[in-house]
């Protein structure tokens, strides 16, 4: 297959997902051979085995690295450092985009961006919505999910030195009713305790105070 007649084929495609090319294919072996030389020549950006995207030169429709984090692991949603950043409540830019799925963990590292994913237990798996970018449907947590996730997940014991390290800002928009409701679902006093806190700081933040 010539290079131009495959762009006909997956130039409006976020993520070339190889698989698909194989369904009907006369010879597949063939295709992944162009497919790894297409790569090598940098006209593909391979994100993981089977999964690409097509180098900027060639795209038609801008990729969303949400949409990206989105698909390399399903199911999986952006919540940690990333989703605080979504929800403006940390001023620092993350560049990792930071999920959580139910597989094993891992990352991918690519031209295309940096993805870390963390294991939860399925019982815990909610919390996030969807959203559309350029037509293209990702998922992220909630502000209150992505905290408590955030805790959970990396053990970390919630202080008012811990909270002035992550710098959180416009708390005003975390809901302490949706809060306190996630933090009861994990069953965990360790993750309550973490609500207490957030909620005192949020209830000092408001009062232009630091003291918990």
Known sequence: ????????????????????????????GTIKVQVSRWEKAGKLIKLKRGFYV????????????????????????VSLEKALEYHHLIPEAVYVYTSVTTKRQ???????????????????????????IDGQTAFVARAEKAI????????????QDYLDELRLQNVENINVK????????????????AARVFQKYIEGYQRGEKVL
Do not use: C
């Open 148 to 159: 408590l996730d955030l805790v959970y997940i990396k053990h970390i014991n919630v202080s």
């Open 54 to 77: 097509l180098a900027e030169r060639y795209r038609k429709t801008t990729v969303s690295e949400f949409y990206i984090a989105s698909v390399l692991m399903r199911p999986s949603y």
């Open 1 to 28: 297959m010539e290079f131009d007649k495959f762009l006909d084929q997956v130039r409006n495609m976020p993520i070339i997902e190889t698989e698909a090319l194989f369904i009907g294919a006369r010879n597949p």
């Open 178 to 193: 949706r809060l306190w409701d996630y933090a009861s679902r994990f069953n965990k006093p360790r993750i309550l305790e």
């Open 106 to 132: 891992g990352k991918f590292i690519s031209k295309a961006g940096r993805f870390r994913y963390w294991h939860i237990q399925t019982p815990l798996f909610w919390g996030y919505e969807s959203l559309k």
